[in-house]
């Protein structure tokens, strides 16, 4: 089955302590993205990704880091979390970069940082 | 930059009526044009899309036309069901030469009620 995988779905921690939500696909796909989804403010592009060791800022992507040593795999870290990443997260990937390219998205990541 | 406007809602009917979910963009070039539909506690799924002007994409009874000329892309569905209750995020994508740009509008909240 075609499908974008997130680990964990749910996780509480604490301000400071390292963490990374990884993301794996299973169709080829060379684009990948981080988004996340805040009220208000819907999905907003953290990080993306166009093929392996090529990676972008996004919209908002102080406080994140991520990489893409493998085709399928697009984790995303956060080496310092603080309050305000708490959000609902979602890795997205497509075939490409062309613009008529849907997205698949995971199920999400709900993060709390205290 | 690029931009996607929609009703935020929430918009409450009863089963059966008639939908209708506006959205407007901005874009700087010719972008393709998606509604995506989030059900609770899962990522967003891909309804339908519209890659050119005057396109109509359609799924699950759920229409959408593309209208350059207002820069427009509602969603409409003759009969909602209490299952269409959702989330539903009208959203553009443009290609350039160096990557995707894919931007999100805030999500309108639907709730059928039978």
């Known amino acids: 089955e075609a499908q974008v995988t997130q680990n964990p779905r749910y996780l509480i921690t604490v301000t400071g302590k390292k963490l990374t939500v990884t993301c794996s696909q299973n169709?080829?796909?060379?684009?990948m993205s981080w988004y996340r989804q805040d009220p208000g403010l819907g999905l907003r592009q953290i990080y993306y990704?166009?093929?392996?060791?090529?990676?972008d800022k996004g919209d908002v992507p102080e406080g994140y880091k991520v990489s893409r040593k493998e085709k399928r795999n697009f984790p995303l870290i956060l080496e310092s979390p603080s309050p305000n990443q708490t959000s609902l997260y979602f890795c997205a990937s497509s075939l490409n970069q062309g613009s008529n390219q849907p997205q698949h998205f995971g199920d999400g990541t709900r993060l709390s940082i205290l | 930059g690029d931009s996607v406007t929609q009703m935020e809602g929430p918009v409450t009917l009863s089963e059966e009526a008639f939908l209708t979910i506006n959205c407007t963009y901005t874009a700087t070039g010719y972008p393709s044009l998606f509604w995506y539909v989030q059900y609770p506690g899962e990522g967003l799924q891909l309804l339908l899309k519209?890659?050119?002007?005057?396109d109509k994409g359609s799924n699950k009874g759920f229409e959408a036309t593309y209208r350059k000329e207002t820069t427009s892309f509602h969603l409409e569905k003759g009969s909602v069901q209490v299952s269409d209750s959702a989330v539903y995020f009208c959203a553009l994508s443009e290609g350039f030469g160096y990557g995707q740009n894919f931007v999100f509008g805030p999500g309108t909240r639907l709730s059928v009620l039978p």
């Open positions: 519209a890659t050119k002007a005057d």
């Open positions: 169709m080829n796909h060379e684009y």
């Open positions: 990704s166009m093929n392996v060791e090529v990676t």
